[in-house]
Nanobody, 122 residues
Framework: QVQLVESGGGLVQAGGSLRLSCVAS????????MGWYRQAPGTERELVAG???????NYADSMKGRVTISRDNAKSTVYLQMNSLKPEDTAVYYC????????????????WGQGTQVTVSS
């Protein structure tokens, strides 16, 4: 069974920075696309940023220029560096990863973390 564990959320003032981390654990043969989503109260979950195994990235328009996604394939870890945070960035941030896991035969699965709260005060 694969688990994604996020860390790094918290309370920050507008204009501040946070770095989120997400580690995948379990019997992992490989990871595919990894990414970060967020969900504010009363809204749908939305993509913040994604990154392929080869390092190709995509960002939500609202976050471009303020966030950087990166990954360490050897550690099955994805990071999200967020700068110039705004109050409207307040949300629960979720890690996502496509993971190849299992034994004796590995299969691909979609996996989500439990979420980490990011609160930006004005």
């Amino acid at each position: 069974q694969v688990q994604l564990v996020e860390s790094g959320g918290g309370l920050v003032q507008a204009g501040g920075s946070l770095r989120l981390s997400c580690v995948a654990s379990g019997i992992i043969a490989g990871t595919g696309v990894m990414g970060w989503y967020r969900q504010a109260p009363g809204t749908e979950r939305e993509l913040v940023a994604g990154i392929t195994t080869g390092g190709r990235t995509n960002y939500a328009d609202s976050m471009k220029g303020r966030v950087t996604i990166s990954r360490d394939n050897a550690k099955s870890t994805v990071y999200l560096q967020m700068n110039s945070l705004k109050p409207e960035d307040t949300a629960v941030y979720y890690c996502y990863a496509a993971v190849l896991s299992g034994a004796p035969r590995s299969t691909w699965s979609d996996n989500w973390g439990q979420g980490t709260q990011v609160t930006v005060s004005s």
